[in-house]
């Protein structure tokens, strides 16, 4: 039986092209830990979508650091396997921590594919070749800003914008892009922004048709989103709120939600987000794909995820231009269209630059079989 026989974390940070502002913050680097394992046939890459601070989730890169180096790393070295199946078993006795557990899965689950000349597409169970991309933009300075913005992502082909509010810099801002463009596929993500007394303020958003309002309420509350949902028109479609194939259920059977954001980081791996599309393909409910600014490794994944049958909406697959000058991958290209293809080559399908990995390398160290 092939083993994991060596664990290397490696902590990577890479300039945006422009800062990237949420309801929680700015910006202005991306900083996330790779994983990269080897096993007695090959090898495999992982990224770990956690960001630098715990304002997204209570997980950020030094925490997964740890947590991969002291718990989960160890754990996986010592249980003999080298299987996707044989590192979720010897990740389970560790709660939580979704983010580094998905990436350390995505790591294994690279290099046994690339041992079996599988694609990840092919293993998860994708029956498209292409997917179609959506664009995030974050919160500008002015809306002549989020216009231009917006205008010159729909001139690249992008098939949804996506816009990030926070009170006091959302209904004016969705009307001015809205009057633009009356027939452009628009959302808006609030990041857990609102509270319940703000239901009126985002009433005042279904006059202008969006696809969807994403996780407006708090993340743990599924019960006000629930009384929120029959109090608007506009969809509402959970993200931070869903860390499970079984959360995912639970929102839908409630109420609190009719459309899912599936990010197999936030679910703790790319096995338990098929789980998340099969639910909610059982249960009736469009699923699409979030992003995390991911660089080529993250987004070679999201990518096979999305080209699942239940993803029927365009995800936050954006070009690698999107972000980076230049990526740690060679770069994702979006077609004229709004599509891009998904990797079909082994594993991940594509692997770090190697001139590029080093220079975007801030430490590295090798984790231990415990005595």
Known sequence: MSRVRLIELRLVAIPLVRPFRTSMGVESDKECVLVRVETDESEGWGECVAGSDPGYSSEFNESAWAVLRDHLGPSLLGAGGAGAEDAERAMAWVRGHRMAKAALLMAVLDAELRADS????????AVRDRVECGVSIGITDTSEQLLEQVEGYLAEGYRRVKLKIEPGLDVDRVAAVRGRWPEVALSVDANAAYRPEDADRLRE?????LLMIEQPLAHDDLYRHSLLAAKIETPICLDESIRSAAEARAAVELGACGIVNIKQGRVGGLLEAVRTHDVCRELGVPVWCGGMLETGLGRAANLALAALPGFTLPGDTSASSRYFEDDLTEPFLMAPDG????????????????GRLAACTRRIERVAKKE
């Open 339 to 354: 599509t891009m293809a998904v990797p079909r080559g082994p594993g991940l399908g594509v692997r770090p630059l190697p």
């Open 118 to 125: 599988v694609s990840l597409a092919s293993r998860l169970g």
């Open 205 to 209: 958003l279904d006059r202008f048709g």
